[in-house]
């Protein structure tokens, strides 16, 4: 069986559906002579350009509007001449207007923002999500989405049966581990040499990121020396941090590294006293998990995917309460046996996905479709 694998968004920082994809691709890489998976390169592949996949260029498509124009007409062609089986799009934007050449398609939908939390979308986006998906994925041959609340989402929103849509959660890398002296790697490396508490992700207001800068605020007289440090990239509808931070007063206890890469973000978990992630709205969650198996303990929100994938590992407050964050990270900060006990539950929980097991679930559905 052959697997044409649509690669985008790599030559940039990753966001969650560039994150599934780069790993989805490193485990077909590492599994490479069991599996037989051709990469379609939507734009260069960034971490991946040392990948000894097969790998074709989709010419023209390395940014959406090209890839949702010449991607309909260049992949039916693309997978005729490749010969393929089945044909993965782990974008959500499934190209494929005029069919995939004979493969069977697969599209991983990660979420319905668009719907679900209306407003925090670009255009295209909205467009996407509302206009051309409930249009196409009824005529997809499997739907992947990545938590049973996303399932739910999907199936109100886009009227499909449930037993077209199937669940398979995000895995954990193995580099995501307790770092040994993690606080001197982050000291040399982003000069913060205090407690600190973390985020990570990228600033747009549906992460929620004000709530938390508010919460830390009320307790910086009770714990000077701790510091907050924000780990993401600018986005859509961002949070304006600084601003924020200014009007709290807070400024100087602020810290906005920007894009970690892949090399420092396991030493910043893992040298953080408290991960924080009190997001409005997530598919999944991932960095939930990466700071779990780091050893770190983790606050996050009710909202969403978040209690399926934190599952009793984290404290879990309302999204809209400063007040219950607030208490939470205090408790925290004072209660060392409860944080030692989140740590250990945090590990057991983030031991529970695996990219291998990501991919192994995958396949089956490969399997099950293939023409």
């Not at 923002?113 to 255009?123: C, D, E, K, T, V």
């Not at 409930?134 to 041959?141: A, G, Y």
């Amino acid at each position: 069986m052959r697997v044409g694998f649509i690669t985008y968004g790599l030559d940039r920082p990753l966001t969650g559906i560039g994150r599934y994809t780069l790993e989805m691709a490193q485990t077909y890489e590492k599994m490479q002579g069991q599996m037989d998976v051709v990469l379609l390169k939507a734009g260069e592949l960034g971490p991946l350009a040392a990948t000894p996949l097969p790998q074709v260029k989709l010419v023209g498509c390395r940014l959406l509007p090209g890839l949702l124009t010449i991607g309909h007409e260049l992949i039916p062609i693309l997978a005729r001449q490749l010969g393929l089986d089945v044909l993965h799009d782990p974008t959500a934007v499934t190209p494929l207007l005029f069919g995939a050449g004979g493969a069977a398609v697969v599209s991983t939908v990660h979420d319905v923002i668009p719907w679900s939390y209306p407003g925090n979308s670009a255009l295209l986006d909205e467009l996407i999500y509302k206009r051309w998906l409930p249009l196409k994925l009824p005529h997809i041959d499997a739907i992947i989405t990545v938590s049973q609340h996303s399932k739910q989402e999907i199936v109100r929103y886009m009227r499909l049966p449930p037993e077209k849509i199937h669940v398979i959660y995000y895995g954990v890398r193995e580099v995501f581990r307790p770092v040994e002296n993690a606080a001197a790697h982050v000291k040399a490396r982003f000069q913060v040499d205090q407690p600190y508490i973390l985020y990570v992700g990228n600033l747009t207001q549906r992460k929620n990121v004000e709530l938390a800068l508010r919460a830390f605020a009320n307790l910086h007289d009770r714990f000077p020396d701790l510091r907050f440090v924000l780990a993401g990239p600018s986005t859509f509808k961002q949070t304006n941090v600084g601003q924020i931070a200014e009007e709290l007063h807070v400024s100087d206890k602020i810290i906005l590294p920007g894009s970690v890469n892949d090399q420092d973000l396991p030493a910043l978990y893992s040298a953080a006293e408290i991960f924080v992630f009190p997001s409005l709205y997530e598919g999944f969650g991932l960095p939930v998990v990466e700071a779990m198996a780091c050893g770190t303990v983790v606050i996050t929100s009710t909202a969403s995917s978040l209690p399926e994938v934190a599952g009793e590992a984290a404290l879990l407050v309302d999204p809209r309460s400063v007040d219950q964050m607030t208490d939470a990270l205090q408790t925290l900060l004072k209660d060392a046996s409860l944080r030692a006990d989140l740590r250990q539950r945090g590990l057991a929980r983030a031991a529970q996905f695996s990219w291998d097991e990501t991919v192994r679930q995958t396949w089956q559905i490969y399997e099950t479709i293939r023409h």
